[in-house]
């Protein structure tokens, strides 16, 4: 099993800035990736970026430039800094690992119990 703990959600007037970052437990399975996803009310879940832990990163257009996402393996932390925030970026972000167990080739997924962002105008 493998938990993850998100915090730095929030409160901030559009344009601002926040930092949230995610914490796995310490665990026997190998990571491969961690990201976040996002989730507006009415809405699906929505990848917002991704690291593997070979520091590959994958960000999703909505929010290129914008946002960036980082990662230290060697905590299992990841970071999501999101900058010149918009209302649109109103929802609640989930931490996401990818892992498995060692000498195994079959991935699950984990998720977080995920951090609000609220942005207001």
């Known amino acids: 099993q493998v938990q993850l703990v998100e915090s730095g959600g929030g409160l901030v007037q559009s344009g601002g800035f926040l930092k949230l970052s995610c914490v796995a437990s310490r665990t026997v399975f190998i990571i491969d990736s961690m990201g976040w996803y996002r989730q507006a009310p009415g809405e699906q879940r929505e990848l917002v970026g991704t690291?593997?832990?070979?520091?590959?990163?994958n960000i999703a257009d909505s929010v290129l430039g914008r946002f960036f996402i980082s990662g230290d393996y060697a905590e299992n932390t990841v970071y999501l800094q999101m900058k010149s925030l918009k209302p649109e970026d109103k929802a609640t972000y989930y931490c996401?690992?990818?892992?498995?167990?060692?000498?195994?080739?079959?991935?699950?997924?984990?998720w977080g119990q995920g951090t609000q962002v609220t942005v207001s105008t």
């Open positions: 996401n690992a990818v892992a498995r167990r060692n000498g195994r080739a079959q991935q699950l997924d984990y």
């Open positions: 690291i593997t832990s070979a520091r590959t990163t």
